[in-house]
């Protein structure tokens, strides 16, 4: 099976500015999630996406959003653009059985967003 | 929330010798803990993982163990290689968060020839 894919893999971008990113799962998997990697942070949950609803947020603010499409692809929005949203955003995909248990999650190959 | 704390948070070893990484959890409701390695410019490759039923994993060289009553997990890495060098990161996660996982801060090994 192909892996995680995401899209595009370099960003620079104004402050000020709004950016979409997109990611699509490994085939079957329903679940995507996202992350934030910086090296002062460390990896940080963004939000989960499942059947098209987001089931877990993380500590963001609100101009961070996302939203999964029908296929399970996902994509993340960031607005209004700050210096710190600079960093390494990258996606996970996983299969979700009905019974909810926490299942694999195997990542994308991030994309590097620079605010300048 | 969980909060998950890693150490060391660099570790050099001489190849061939064996490397241990730790994480504590906060969270008693944590059951699941996945170990993910990172190479530099790469994504973060799962490695092994253990639930909270399972006291220890073995994969090859790789190990993990679990103390739910202390609230720790460790991984263990033996005849370091040199492609064994990375970043690692041990993360925690309950059935009720979904699949959100909160990572440790990351461990640096370099495994010197």
């Known amino acids: ?116 | 929330g969980e909060n998950v704390e890693q150490h060391p948070s660099t570790l050099s070893v001489q190849e061939g010798d064996s490397a241990v990484i730790k994480c504590t959890y906060s969270d008693s409701a944590s059951n699941y803990f996945p170990w993910y390695k990172q190479e530099l410019g790469k994504r973060p490759q799962l490695i092994i993982d253990i639930r909270s039923n399972v006291g220890e994993k073995k994969d090859q060289r790789i190990a993990v163990t679990l103390n739910k009553t202390a609230k720790h997990f460790s991984l263990h890495i033996t005849e370091t290689q040199p492609e064994d060098s990375a970043v690692y990161f041990c993360a925690a996660s309950t059935n009720n968060a979904g699949n959100m996982l909160t990572f440790g801060g990351g461990t640096r090994l370099m495994v010197k020839p």
């Open chain 1, 1 to 116: 099976k192909a892996g995680v894919t995401q899209t595009p893999r370099y960003l620079i971008k104004t402050r000020g500015q709004q950016v979409t990113l997109s990611c699509s799962p490994i085939s079957g998997h329903r679940s995507v999630s996202w992350y934030q990697q910086t090296p002062g942070q460390g990896l940080q949950f963004l939000f989960e996406y499942f059947s098209e609803t987001q089931r877990n947020k993380g500590n963001f603010p609100g101009r961070f959003s996302g939203r999964q499409f029908s296929n399970s692809r996902s994509e993340m929005n960031v607005s209004t653009l700050e210096l710190g949203d600079s960093a390494l955003y990258l996606c996970a995909s996983s299969l979700l059985p009905s019974g909810g248990a926490v299942y694999e999650q195997y990542f994308g190959p991030g994309t590097r967003l620079t605010v300048t």
